[in-house]
């Protein structure tokens, strides 16, 4: 599975973008997808995840709210919607993706995922 990821650029305070994730064979039912980001100096975090088959989500409390993940089946697209930005949101962040046969567990961890795009840049000015 490649992945390309997409839509990040600069926005104030308060705005909005929205990430896309697009792979390069259909991301069959026993995947699962995440969403990462990594700020200067600091560890790549997990902000966002999706089982493919069935379509549940997950969410650190720190973006709860604010960032909504989906998927396209047709498109084989993973999107972020991130609303309500903070400077603090600021990073690149990183679609992956990991194989997801038991379909009851929710990876968040860097090393658990096999496949990761190229990472986006998303700044948010004060």
């Known amino acids: 599975v490649q992945l390309q990821a997409s839509g990040g650029g600069l926005v104030q305070a308060g705005g909005f973008l929205r990430l896309s994730c697009a792979a390069s064979?259909?991301?069959?039912?026993?995947?699962?997808m995440g969403w990462f980001r990594q700020a200067p100096g600091k560890e790549r975090d997990f902000v966002a995840g999706?089982?493919?088959?069935?379509?549940?989500?997950y969410y650190p409390d720190s973006v709860k709210g604010r960032f909504t993940i989906s998927r396209d089946n047709a498109k084989n697209t993973v999107y972020l919607q991130m609303n309500s930005l903070k400077p603090e949101d600021t990073a690149v962040y990183y679609c992956?993706?990991?194989?997801?046969?038991?379909?009851?567990?929710?990876?968040?961890?860097?090393?658990?995922?096999?496949?990761w795009g190229q990472g986006t840049q998303v700044t948010v000015s004060s």
């Open positions: 999706i089982r493919w088959s069935g379509g549940s989500t």
């Open positions: 064979k259909r991301a069959s039912s026993n995947y699962f």
């Open positions: 992956a993706a990991v194989r997801d046969p038991i379909g009851n567990y929710v990876y968040t961890g860097v090393g658990e995922y096999g496949y």
